[in-house]
T-cell receptor
Framework: KAGVTQTPRYLIKTRGQQVTLSCSPISGHRSVSWYQQTPGQGLQFLFEYFSETQRNKGNFPGRFSGRQFSNSRSEMNVSTLELGDSALYLC???????????FGEGSRLTVL | QQQVKQSPQSLIVQKGGISIINCAYENTAFDYFPWYQQFPGKGPALLIAIRPDVSEKKEGRFTISFNKSAKQFSLHIMDSQPGDSATYFCAASAGNTPLVFGKGTRLSVIA
């Protein structure tokens, strides 16, 4: 069974630009969660989608948004990038949203 | 407000020794306590998890000890090996709420 796939793996943007990250969950998993990982703050929850509906949302500004498609694939978007948005963005899927999360390898975003 | 406090930030252990990482939480509604292991360039992967109805869970060399009254849980790695060198995260959740992670412990096992 294929794991969680995230694209792109690495990207560099400049302040003010926007970025879209993509996540393909494990087949059959209906829940997709996004986390931001930084050295100082660890893993911080962004949002969770289940069957195309946002079920939980973390404490991030409105510049961070996401969506989930009918095939459970998910995208997250960050608009008006700031230097502090530089981080590893991790996507995780699970069958129901509770219990074990299966993480992808992440998309490393650098904002210059 | 950090809901799960993890210590130490970094840990160096001799090969064959015991690695111990501790976590403390405040939210008494938490009912699921996993530990994740992350190698450089990879996403975190579930190592072992416990629910509060038991005080200890062992899987191979890895053991979670859980103290409900103290609101603390810890990971013990017995006979630590260089291949165990990674970053370890404790986490907690309640029902359908998202996992809240500690800030991680970087473990180095030296020969």
């Amino acid at each position: 069974k294929a794991g969680v796939t995230q694209t792109p793996r690495y990207l560099i943007k400049t302040r003010g630009q926007q970025v879209t990250l993509s996540c393909s969950p494990i087949s059959g998993h209906r829940s997709v969660s996004w986390y931001q990982q930084t050295p100082g703050q660890g893993l911080q929850f962004l949002f969770e989608y289940f069957s195309e509906t946002q079920r939980n949302k973390g404490n991030f500004p409105g510049r961070f948004s996401g969506r989930q498609f009918s095939n459970s694939r998910s995208e997250m978007n960050v608009s008006t990038l700031e230097l502090g948005d530089s981080a590893l963005y991790l996507c995780a899927s699970s069958p129901s949203g509770t219990g074990e999360l299966f993480f992808g390898e992440g998309s490393r975003l650098t904002v210059l | 407000q950090q809901q799960v406090k993890q210590s130490p930030q970094s840990l160096i252990v001799q090969k064959g020794g015991i690695s111990i990482i501790n976590c403390a939480y405040e939210n008494t509604a938490f009912d699921y306590f996993p530990w994740y292991q992350q190698f450089p360039g990879k996403g975190p992967a579930l190592l072992i998890a416990i629910r509060p109805d038991v005080s200890e869970k062992k899987e191979g060399r890895f053991t979670i000890s859980f103290n409900k009254s103290a609101k603390q849980f810890s990971l013990h790695i017995m006979d630590s090996q260089p291949g165990d060198s990674a970053t370890y995260f404790c986490a907690a959740s309640a029902g359908n709420t998202p996992l809240v992670f500690g800030k991680g412990t970087r473990l180095s096992v030296i020969a």
